[in-house]
């Protein structure tokens, strides 16, 4: 177990009607003002904005809204957001929805704790980002992690590039989880939720640290769970059983501590994003349509830390490491098709590629060769591409 720190200040409430609560979260953080942000029509017409907004009033706070997010959530937005704030004089940031309104809510109250510098600069590691302001979070979509997590993504629609920032800035001040708020969600979404809970510790898990045992174990619990209740849950939205065990791993999975005392590796999630970054397609779906290729890919890296994977997730028999290594990956491949999801580039919507579009996406992952992604094996652009290449086979 290699030194770390560990910080995770978020307050969790779980439960039914948790969101009756909200107002006097928000008022307890010393809100006065609050921007209210959600994503699409849904939040409207299911009445949750309508709770929220009417707990906010009986806590007698005043708020404004902002709507319309849509996946891989755009800097654009964020700009909107920082207005509002400062021409409102809003100083608490309420997000409603799932990952891509919590991170635009993230990156709201930066930009409008930091007006002196334009907030591209801190996702591009250009400016150092020393304050914020508090968020807080009403989770509708068990999948990004966002409500406990360190990390926020953006997509800079006018560059054509997706960053990430990770500060503990970041980490909202509480998040409120009613797995009845995701009743409505549509199967596939379901589906891309339960795929990007099991890779955040997927990418914690095959890191080349081996001698971390309390958080290995934790690790394959969290992945136990969500393989057994992840089908159910895509399969009906409404059993609260299912979809409270995913909800609540969801949050787990992305707040650190299923990787503490390792490297994280998360080279998958580098590939992922080079393809929503080019075809917007949906996180889950780019990291499930990459995954298998990866794992083959650098297995032999270590062969005995897929192997126990094989063996503890998977409960495979298979003796020999290398046997058990591929029949653990290829149970997970199965997994992912069995609730639909990609597990090839072909079966995206931007369809098989050809040469030249597997080295692009390379080198938007390598940042046009200048960085390598990965701590389980460390990737280069060639090596980037060498996975592009067998994720692009049939």
Not at 227 to 244: F, I, K, N, Q, W
Not at 307 to 312: K, P
């Amino acid at each position: 177990m290699e030194q770390f720190k560990y910080y995770a200040p978020t307050k969790i409430l779980f439960g039914k009607n948790t969101e009756a609560e909200v107002g006097k979260l928000c008022k307890t953080q010393g809100a006065s003002k609050v921007l209210v942000h959600f994503g699409g029509s849904s939040a409207k017409k299911s009445g949750l904005l309508d709770r929220v907004c009417g707990a906010l009033q009986e806590a007698g706070l005043h708020y404004v809204t902002l709507g319309g997010v849509v996946p891989n959530p755009r800097l654009s937005k964020v700009y909107e957001g920082i207005e509002i704030c400062r021409r409102e004089k809003v100083d608490f940031i309420l997000a409603v929805g799932g990952g891509s309104v919590i991170d635009t809510c993230k990156a709201i109250a930066h930009g409008a704790a930091n007006p002196e510098t334009d907030l591209w600069e801190f996702w591009k590691k250009r400016a150092v980002l020393t304050r914020s302001m508090p968020v807080g979070v009403v989770l509708t979509i068990p999948a990004a992690g966002s409500e406990m997590s360190d990390s926020a993504v953006l997509t800079n629609a006018e560059s054509g590039e997706k960053r990430g920032l990770n500060t503990d800035l970041n980490r909202p001040v509480f998040a409120i989880l009613d797995p009845v708020l995701a009743a409505t969600l549509p199967n596939h979404q379901v589906a891309c939720g339960v795929s990007d809970i099991l890779m955040h510790t997927l990418d914690r898990y095959f890191n080349p640290v081996t001698d971390n045992a309390l958080t290995d174990e934790l690790a394959e619990a969290l992945l136990r769970v969500v393989l057994e209740y992840g089908p159910a849950a895509v399969r009906d939205a409404h059993d609260e059983t299912a979809m409270s065990e995913i909800m609540w791993a969801g949050s787990l999975s992305h707040n650190g501590l299923t990787g503490l005392g390792g490297r994280k590796d998360f080279a998958t999630h580098q590939l992922g994003h080079a393809l929503s970054e080019k075809f917007d397609v949906y996180h889950g779906d780019s990291l499930t349509a990459v995954w298998s290729s990866w794992a083959r890919s650098v297995m032999d890296a270590d062969p005995a830390r897929f192997a126990r994977f094989a063996r503890n997730v998977w409960h495979v028999e298979e003796a020999d490491d290398t046997a058990a290594a591929l029949a653990g990956i290829a149970k997970q491949e199965a997994f992912f098709q069995s609730i639909g999801m990609p597990v090839r580039l072909g079966e995206l919507s931007c369809g098989k590629q050809d040469e030249a579009g597997l080295a692009d996406l390379a080198s938007r992952c390598s940042y046009g060769k200048t960085r390598t992604i990965g701590t389980f094996r460390v990737l280069d652009y060639e090596k980037i591409l060498a996975i592009y290449r067998r994720a692009n086979e049939a």
